[in-house]
């Protein structure tokens, strides 16, 4: 199964940027699609974005869309969020994960990422 390292996050001011980076370790068995999903306190972890194995398809969720962009680097075995115009509302914290599905349920991911905080100031 693979391992998900993610970091990047931070303390930023609302406009700003942030790049999330996620690492995948351990063995490669086939192509497995990647996402990130947000949980904000006291909320449920909701979906943020998806990109297939070969970075050609992508799906966000309409509150990241335009703001936010998800790409994968297969041969450094690297996720990443782009996330720009950040809102105080997008203060939570961040994972990635990997599945075989291309998917915005959890159920579609089988590996998850410890998580990464990001904090949107007003």
């Known amino acids: 199964q693979v391992q998900l390292v993610e970091s990047g996050g931070g303390l930023v001011q609302a406009g700003g940027s942030l790049r999330l980076s996620c690492a995948a370790s351990?063995?490669?068995?086939?192509?497995?699609?990647t996402g990130w999903f947000r949980q904000a306190p006291g909320k449920e972890r909701e979906f943020v974005a998806v990109?297939?194995?070969?970075?050609?398809?992508?799906y966000y969720a309409d509150s990241v869309k335009g703001r936010f962009t998800i790409s994968r680097d297969n041969a450094k075995k690297m996720l990443y969020l782009q996330m720009n115009s950040l809102k105080p509302e997008d203060t939570a914290v961040y994972y990635c994960a990997a599945g075989q599905r291309f998917g915005r349920y959890e159920a579609d991911f089988a590996s998850w990422g410890q998580g990464t905080q990001v904090t949107v100031s007003s």
């Open positions: 990109v297939n194995w070969t970075g050609g398809r992508t």
């Open positions: 351990g063995p490669i068995v086939s192509p497995y699609n």
